[in-house]
C-alpha cells in the first residue's frame, strides 16, 4: 500500500468513525432533552458550537477525500440542475457563515422569497445559455464542493455583494464573483498554494484553513476543467471555471 492510499485509509477509518460519534452525542443531547434531561442556555449554546464545528470538520474531511476520489477519476454520474445546485450551495455556506441569516432562510417558502432574501443580502444568480433549463451531465457533489469553496471566499471577502453567473453550451461555465479589496496582480497564483490566506489591506486576516481554492483547483483539473482568476486592487475578484460534461459509460 503506497503512502497515498495509507493517507486515505486513515481519513476514511480514524477520522470518519470519532466525527460521527461526536456529531450523533452532540445532536442528541439537544434533541432528546426527555431522555438526557434539560439543558441551560449556556450548554445549548455551547453544545450547538460543537455541532457546527464537527459538520466542518466533517465537510472538510469530505472535500479532501472528493479530491483524492476525484484524482483516481471516480466520479457518480447523474443529471442536475445547475441553478438549483447554485441555490443548494448558498444555503450551506451561509448556514456556516451567518446563524441569523440561516435563522430567516429556514423561515421563508417559495423560490420567489428566497430570491429575495438573497437579493437583499447582496447575492444574485444568473443562469443563461443551455443550461438555463437542460440539466448538466457530471459529479453533483464534486460540482457543488466547488461552487461552495468559491461562494464562501467570495462572501468573506465581499464588501457588498456577490454574483454567480452560469452559462455555456458545452461546457458549463461558472463565474463567481465580489466586489472585495481584490487580489494584487503577483500574488494571484498564489491563491491556489495550500494554507494560503490573503490580506485585505488593513482589514484583519479572512478566518479560515487556506485549502478551499486549492482543493477547487485540484477538483477542476481532474476534471479536465479550467480555473482563471481575473481581478485587482480595488476592483474586486472574479473565479471563472469550465467543466465539460461527462460522456455517458
Do not use: W
Not at 446563524?99 to 420567489?112: D, N, S, V, W, Y
Request: overall charge negative; aromatic content about 6%; charged content about 25%.
Amino acid at each position: 500500500m503506497g503512502h497515498k492510499d495509507y493517507l486515505y485509509d486513515l481519513l476514511v477509518h480514524d477520522l470518519t468513525g470519532p466525527l460521527s460519534v461526536v456529531a450523533a452525542t452532540t445532536n442528541g443531547l439537544l434533541s432528546r432533552t426527555d431522555r438526557y434531561g434539560p439543558l441551560t442556555e449556556g450548554q445549548i449554546h455551547c453544545l450547538q458550537r460543537i455541532a457546527r464545528n464537527t459538520k466542518k470538520a466533517q465537510l472538510l474531511l469530505n472535500e479532501i477525500l472528493d479530491v483524492g476520489r476525484s484524482e483516481e477519476q471516480l466520479f457518480q454520474e447523474e443529471h442536475f440542475l445547475l441553478e438549483d445546485l447554485a441555490k443548494d450551495a448558498l444555503v450551506s455556506v451561509i448556514q456556516f457563515l451567518d446563524a441569523a441569516a440561516t435563522e430567516r432562510l429556514e423561515k421563508l417558502e417559495g423560490a420567489e422569497a428566497v430570491r429575495d432574501f438573497l437579493l437583499e443580502q447582496g447575492i444574485s444568480i444568473e443562469v443563461t445559455g443551455k443550461y438555463e433549463k437542460s440539466p448538466f451531465f457530471h459529479d453533483r457533489r464534486k460540482v457543488q464542493l466547488i461552487l461552495e469553496n468559491l461562494i464562501s471566499n467570495a462572501l468573506k471577502y465581499r464588501r457588498k455583494s456577490m454574483k454567480i453567473c452560469i452559462s455555456g453550451e458545452g461546457d458549463a461555465l461558472i463565474l463567481v464573483s465580489d466586489d472585495g479589496c481584490g487580489i494584487p496582480k503577483g500574488e494571484q497564483e498564489a491563491v491556489y498554494k495550500r494554507f494560503m490566506q490573503l490580506k485585505q489591506g488593513d482589514l484583519p486576516p479572512v478566518k479560515g484553513l487556506g485549502l478551499g481554492l486549492f482543493c477547487v483547483k485540484a477538483l477542476v483539473e481532474t476534471m479536465d476543467g479550467e480555473i482563471a482568476v481575473t481581478s485587482g486592487e480595488g476592483c474586486g475578484t472574479s473565479f471563472t471555471v469550465r467543466i465539460p460534461p461527462l460522456r455517458s459509460r
